[in-house]
Structure formats: structure tokens, C-alpha cells
């Protein structure tokens, strides 16, 4: 059985819907975490290496990485 992605936006977004959705439940068994446009969730996927989407997620909470 294939393990389908759960889903969810931070309890951090409220900007207004320009927010991208996570699926962590992937990490286990497929080493990646889904991310999408919350505003299109039938469109492109990216999966990302849980390394660097953990590295990406330090970064922002280090406020290393500037916003637009």
C-alpha cells in the first residue's frame, strides 16, 4: 500500500492564503517532504530531500532568509 500525503498549512500562515502546504508524514518512509501551493493543490508537487527542508526551516527560524 502506498502511504498518501496528509496535508497541512502552518498555524503560522495568516496572510491571507499565499501559503504553501507540508505532508512530513512522507519523511519515514520516503526521506522527502511533499510541498505545494495551498492556492492550487491539484497542480506541480515538489519533493524535498528532509535534510534540506529541515535545513531550510532552521534557516527561516534563524532569520537567515529574507521574505518577499
Known amino acids: 500500500m502506498t502511504e ?4 497541512f498549512i502552518s498555524s503560522y500562515s495568516n496572510n491571507g492564503g499565499a501559503c504553501v ?3 512530513v508524514n512522507l519523511v519515514a518512509s520516503r526521506g522527502v517532504v511533499p ?5 492550487n493543490p491539484g497542480g506541480p508537487v515538489l519533493d524535498l530531500p528532509a ?3 529541515a535545513s531550510f526551516v532552521a534557516g ?9
Open 60 to 68: 527561516i527560524k534563524a532569520g537567515n532568509l529574507a521574505t518577499a
Open 51 to 53: 535534510g534540506a527542508f
Open 21 to 23: 502546504e507540508v505532508a
Open 35 to 39: 510541498v505545494r501551493d495551498s492556492k
Open 4 to 7: 498518501s500525503p496528509r496535508w
